[in-house]
Structure formats: structure tokens, C-alpha cells
């Protein structure tokens, strides 16, 4: 557990590095991306003078987080494979394919919710009963953190800190499994392979 911790925490020790890039990207993935539903606040709001909260609950009806969330997560799963297949060294690919694997899984059980809460939500569409949907917040939340831990994935590599104890977990405990198997028969070895005693 503690290794799935650090799994998890130390690729967003990369922002540190350079926070000046992480800014950039947020600003033009994360807030930019929101630039529609922003635009529908406003229009909202100077057309037919409707509150904040009563905006965010029609984005929220219109399922706008879910489209965000979506194609925020897609857009992410195209440079992570890139990167991946054409990297020339073997370097954070356990963390590269679980990151595809959890993105692929996260678009396909997202589609679903969204589908069937838009399906269920047409006939109920009135404003005097407004309810936060925990659900489209949770997963929107989700994908802005998710997309910036894939950020930071991609980054590892080009980075200047020291990142060997996440570099490809499940490859070095694999090496670990055969170094130690091979110290463990090193005191039996007394002969060389063409039968000279040692």
C-alpha cells in the first residue's frame, strides 16, 4: 500500500521542478477548457439574469461537466501512448500503461454514468428543486487531477530529480526477485560451469 502511495504522490513532485510549465498547461488545458461553460455563466446571467447557482445546476443538467471530464481524459490518452511506443529508452513504463489502462477504464465507466443519468434526468428538468449531482462532481474533479498526474508522467522523463524508485516498479521487482535468487545459490557455487573447483 505504501508503495502504491508513492506511486501515486511522487510524479506530482515534478510540478516543483518547473512550475511555470505546469502553470501554462493548466491554463490552457484546464481553464481554457472551461472557457464554454464560463461563456454560458455569462450569457446566462446579462440575458435572462440568472444566479450562479441556478447556471451551474443547468450545466450540470446539460451534463457539461461529463463532457469536460471526457475529453479532458481523452485528450491525455494520445500523448501518454505516443510517448510511450515511442520512447527510445524503457524508462516509467509500468506507470505509462497504467495510466492508459485507468484512463481507457475511466472513459468507458464515465460514458455509461453519463448516458444513463442524462437518460434519466430528461423528463426532470425544473429548477426549484436543485440537487448537486455528487456523482458529475466527483468524476469531473477526478479528471482534472488525473490529467495533471498524466502531465507529470510525461514530464518524469525529461526531469532533473531523482525518480529510480518509481522508475518502472514491477520491472525492478522483478530484477529484485532474480538478483536475490541468484545471492541465495552464490554460497553453493563451487565449481565454475567447465567443473574447476573454486
Known amino acids: 500500500m505504501k508503495k502504491l502511495l508513492i506511486l501515486i504522490k511522487d510524479p506530482f513532485k515534478v510540478i516543483k521542478e518547473s512550475k511555470s510549465d505546469f502553470f501554462i498547461w493548466f491554463l490552457f488545458t484546464i481553464v481554457t477548457g472551461q472557457f464554454g461553460i464560463l461563456a454560458n455563466f455569462i450569457v446566462r446571467h446579462y440575458t435572462s439574469e440568472t444566479?450562479?447557482?441556478?447556471s451551474i445546476y443547468?450545466?450540470?443538467?446539460?451534463?457539461?461537466?461529463?463532457?469536460?471530464?471526457?475529453?479532458?481524459?481523452?485528450?491525455?490518452?494520445?500523448?501518454?501512448?505516443?510517448?510511450?511506443?515511442?520512447?527510445?529508452?524503457i524508462q516509467f513504463r509500468t506507470l505509462k500503461t497504467f495510466t492508459i489502462i485507468i484512463a481507457i477504464f475511466y472513459l468507458f465507466i464515465t460514458g455509461i454514468i453519463y448516458a444513463s443519468i442524462q437518460s434519466k434526468i430528461i423528463g426532470s428538468s425544473t429548477l426549484g428543486n436543485l440537487r448537486i449531482d455528487f456523482t458529475q462532481t466527483i468524476i469531473y474533479i477526478f479528471a482534472i487531477i488525473f490529467a495533471s498526474y498524466g502531465y507529470c508522467i510525461l514530464r518524469l522523463e525529461s526531469s532533473n530529480l531523482n525518480f529510480n524508485n518509481i522508475n518502472d516498479p514491477l520491472?525492478?521487482?522483478?530484477?529484485?526477485?532474480?538478483?536475490?535468487?541468484?545471492?541465495?545459490?552464490?554460497?553453493?557455487?563451487?565449481?565454475?560451469?567447465?567443473?574447476?573447483?573454486?
Open 51 to 54: 444566479i450562479l447557482s441556478n
Open 58 to 89: 443547468i450545466e450540470s443538467m446539460n451534463g457539461s461537466f461529463y463532457t469536460f471530464a471526457i475529453a479532458l481524459i481523452a485528450s491525455l490518452l494520445g500523448p501518454i501512448f505516443l510517448n510511450f511506443i515511442k520512447s527510445d529508452r
Open 171 to 198: 520491472f525492478n521487482e522483478q530484477n529484485d526477485e532474480h538478483v536475490e535468487e541468484i545471492l541465495v545459490a552464490e554460497p553453493l557455487l563451487n565449481q565454475d560451469p567447465n567443473g574447476i573447483q573454486l
